[in-house]
């Protein structure tokens, strides 16, 4: 299957990292490189563009598109960023933008196992490698599945899903995305059957599981900002609340100053802002885009600049 991809929010997000040429530019999540490519664009032969995705379909996807340019591309995940440049002997960035969760080639192409639409494999891997969405459903206890459709799906039927789970597979093992999906269905109240695909949310969490996507974009939001030059700036586009709560609630602790209670008569925290909002508020796809492209409903971009070191 060809890879395909949208990239939701584009100009706004390249936008925000107002590209200069002969900077140094980071796409930390390529997919079929549509930011890359404005990113490239703008630097019009200067300076230096890398690059990063997982998944290797993706990377070929991005050297096709980006023909006639010449970006570094790093089939790794953009939690190992900063070994990644060091190992390229690049020690800073000018901006770096992020564009979260599933790309469209993914979700579209029935044997990734991403889709609840499609009966396929149960596998959600980004990389292709390592443990599989088969894994987690058939080898997880039932107190474990239930946490994590609770804490990564944001599902209030997570006990009664991890137990139908848990009980299907005792007499078979659950292989494909179908199997699962009716397990799902059978799992939850008949109105909530009725009134929406139950699907999502269970899938959403078991996909984060798999790739282990909070815990790399935690640690990776801090790596990106430590390796951006004053006046650097670090664009992220969000697709569901736990990403855009992890973001928010990181940004706004590098935007902050001082934290000493209001009635203290001086500073004695010492803590200075270490970057400014672009975006007071996250900004949201147009009218325009929303009826071009669905999936851009629930995308959010939030914009930092890093500032300057306070003496």
């Known amino acids: 299957m060809e890879f395909s991809h949208t990239s939701v929010l584009l100009m706004p997000a390249v936008d925000g990292l107002n590209v200069h040429e002969g900077g140094i530019y980071a796409d930390c999540t390529t997919g079929g490189g549509g930011h890359s490519l404005e990113i490239a664009e703008r630097l019009a032969g200067t300076g230096k563009l890398i690059c990063f995705d997982r998944d290797k379909e993706a990377i070929e996807a991005a050297k096709k598109r980006l023909e006639g340019y010449s970006p570094v591309f790093v089939n790794r995940n953009f939690s190992e960023i900063r070994d990644a440049l060091r190992e390229l002997g690049i020690d800073h960035l000018d901006g770096a933008i992020m564009d979260l969760g599933v790309s469209s080639h993914q979700l579209d192409d029935p044997e990734r196992g991403f889709s609840f639409h499609n009966d396929a494999p149960l596998d959600m891997r980004m990389s292709g490698e390592g443990m599989s969405a088969r894994d987690v459903v058939n080898e997880y206890p039932e107190d474990k599945l239930a946490e994590i459709l609770f804490a990564y799906g944001e599902e209030k039927f997570a006990r009664g899903i991890a137990h139908g789970i848990v009980t299907a597979r005792e007499n078979a093992p659950i292989n494909t995305t179908g199997e699962l999906a009716e397990i799902i269905k059978r799992n939850v109240p008949l109105k909530v059957r009725k009134e929406k695909n139950p699907c999502r949310k ?64 001086v500073c004695v925290c010492g803590k200075k802002p270490r970057a400014v909002q672009i975006t007071r508020k996250p900004l949201t796809a147009d009218e325009a885009e929303l009826a071009a492209n669905p999936r851009s409903r629930s995308a959010k971009l939030r914009v930092i600049e890093k500032l300057p070191v306070q003496q």
């Open 202 to 265: 269970s899938f959403q969490a078991i996909r984060i599981e798999v790739n282990g996507e909070l815990d790399a974009l935690t640690s990776a939001l801090g790596d990106i900002f430590e390796l951006l030059a004053p006046g650097g700036r670090l664009s992220v586009i969000t697709f569901h609340s736990l990403e855009d709560r992890i973001v928010k609630q990181k940004f706004r602790s590098l935007c902050e100053g001082c934290t000493c209670p209001k009635d203290f008569p």
